[in-house]
């Protein structure tokens, strides 16, 4: 599904726009004029059908916005079908990723919750490699700047896809439309980085929002960013996406 100039969904589940499989979040995919980069790889349970909505030539980069599962699930099997794909993380869900750590990435508890199924597993990814702050990746005329932004869970980061026209986040968990957040009962949910995160944000002047669930801003979408971090500087906690 075409979104922009550059960016297409090619995965969404039930929290979304039903594309692929239920459990997926958004799977966007930018396109720059010499290489793509997806960023986020669905929960994993059908990455077939995720690259169906991909044409050649594939991606060289997934970037992952944090760890839990139906975001980063996928990352082992499209780095088994998409040769060469450089996998990256910012820590420390790198390492939770690498290793499938089910306890660190919330699984378990997700599980037993009955988010997930419980014969569902973390395929664990080990090509993945950290992403620091402020990494600029050049897909040849539109560039992906990595922002550190924990509070939903420890290693989340947003990218900002700069484009000459328009700018764009993709926001993970982070930020939703509205100015919803994701705060969950889990070890590294954590709400005063959550509002330094939400005020990095609030300095940006993006076109469009393209969250890990639910509606997707094309135009106008700073109003969102500014909405979560007018809450959080009143004091407030901004209302909670389940
Ligand atoms: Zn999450």
């Not at 297409?8 to 290489?35: E, K, M, N, W």
């Not at 060469?84 to 660190?104: C, F, H, Q």
């Not at 439309?177 to 070890?187: A, E, F």
């Not at 890990?212 to 809450?231: C, K, P, V, W, Y």
Request: hydrophobic share 40%.
């Amino acid at each position: 599904m075409r979104l922009t100039e550059h960016v297409r969904l090619v995965g969404s589940g039930a929290a979304g726009f039903d594309l692929t499989d239920p459990l997926d979040c958004h799977v966007y995919l930018i396109q720059g004029g010499r290489s793509a980069a997806l960023v986020d790889a669905g929960a994993g349970r059908d990455v077939a059908a995720i690259l169906r909505n991909m044409d050649p030539p594939l991606p060289e980069y997934l970037l992952l916005t944090h760890a839990h599962a139906d975001h980063a699930g996928g990352a082992a099997g499209l780095a088994e079908r998409i040769p060469g794909l450089r996998v990256m993380a910012a820590s420390p869900a790198a390492g939770w990723i690498a290793k499938g750590d089910e306890r660190m990435i919330s699984l378990e508890r997700a599980r037993t919750g009955g988010t997930y199924p419980c014969d569902y597993q973390f395929p664990p990814c080990p090509t993945v490699v950290p992403i620091t702050d402020g990494t600029r990746i050049d897909l040849g005329g539109v560039v992906l700047s990595a922002i550190a932004t924990p509070g939903h869970a420890d290693g989340h980061t947003c990218y900002l896809l700069e484009t000459p026209r328009y700018q764009a986040l993709f926001s993970g968990d982070c930020v939703f439309t509205g100015g919803r957040i994701s705060l969950q009962n889990l070890h590294d949910c954590r709400v005063p980085e959550y509002a330094r995160s939400l005020s990095r944000l609030a300095t940006l002047d993006i076109d469009a929002l393209f969250p890990g669930h639910h509606e997707i801003s094309l135009s106008r979408a700073q109003r969102h960013l500014t909405a979560a971090h007018d809450l959080f500087t009143r004091g407030f906690l901004p209302p909670s996406t389940t």
